[in-house]
């Protein structure tokens, strides 16, 4: 089973030093009509109690793969935040603890085909609050002072299916680019009614091994195209560059078993 931990935002951004780290258990969720259910599994891998409140929301992938909040839904975008309920709405984990959170699909059966998507987002705090005091500048009468509060949050895509549906993917454009950035820029194209979800590798030409593997690479509906950024170490850029190397996407579809390890796009290009 593979955890995420939770990024800590506000410790991360403001020094506060973050007590509490939430691991969640799967990374993304898919429901079916066959499969109405499923399970997060959440585990406080902190030293001290955090409260977590739980919410859905929607959001929409832009092309360079990052999220945003979305309201309204454009074509071809469909929503699943009134088509879900989940339990529990917050609880709180001592350290070490584990908890469920159990997700079901409350579709109608005339629901119309197709792919349906919102983000389970996770707020955690430490039961403490993470708190830093901030004292007053010396020499002044004021005695207010800041409170900081280490704030940590993560999403959950949830993905409803419908139907049967399909997709296919082909890489349009790769490109290296110049020092200092040492990024590869793989712009991929998808069709279809449903969103793909894998993993890109780059693989030198007459190697059996790939020089660099990145995981979970999605396109969601309703996006046509991606490009996806793929930050390179030092060593690794100067073992592709001036090679011909096969990028290869490959499905790691936990919804479609059948599709694991099926390639779903890839092209030869001299870098």
């Excluded at 990374?27 to 739980?54: D, H, Q, Y």
Aim: net charge positive.
């Amino acid at each position: 089973m593979k955890f995420l931990p939770v990024v800590a935002i506000l410790a991360g951004l403001l020094g506060v030093p973050a007590a509490a780290e939430l691991l969640i258990a799967p990374t993304r969720v898919i429901l079916t009509p066959a499969a109405r259910s499923a399970e997060l599994v959440l585990v406080n891998k902190g030293t001290e109690a955090a409260a977590f409140r739980l919410a859905l929301e929607n959001r929409r992938m832009r092309a360079d793969g990052g999220l945003e909040a979305a309201d309204t839904p454009r074509p071809g975008e469909n929503f699943a935040d009134d088509k879900l309920r989940f339990s529990p709405r917050q609880l709180v984990l001592e350290p070490g603890a584990r908890q469920v959170v159990r997700i079901i699909a409350t579709a109608p059966a005339d629901l119309a085909p197709g792919e349906y998507r919102s983000h389970l987002r996770l707020m955690s705090a430490p039961v403490s609050a993470g708190r830093s005091q901030v004292p007053a500048p010396a020499g002044t009468d004021n005695s207010l002072s800041i409170e900081l509060i280490a704030i940590r949050s993560l999403t959950v895509p949830v993905i409803l299916r419908n139907g049967t549906l399909a997709a296919s993917v082909t890489v349009d454009a790769v490109t290296l680019s110049g020092a200092p950035e040492n990024q590869l820029v793989v712009k991929l194209a998808r069709q279809g009614t449903r969103s793909t979800y894998g993993d890109i590798s780059l693989t030198v030409e007459g190697e059996k091994q790939p020089a660099w593997l990145v995981r979970g690479v999605a396109i969601y509906t309703p996006n046509a195209s991606r490009e996806v950024i793929l930050p390179l170490p030092a060593e690794v850029r100067t073992r592709l560059a001036g090679k011909r190397v096969r990028i290869s996407y490959v499905s790691t579809d936990s919804a479609e078993p059948a599709l694991a390890g099926t390639l779903l796009a890839s092209m030869t290009a001299q870098l």
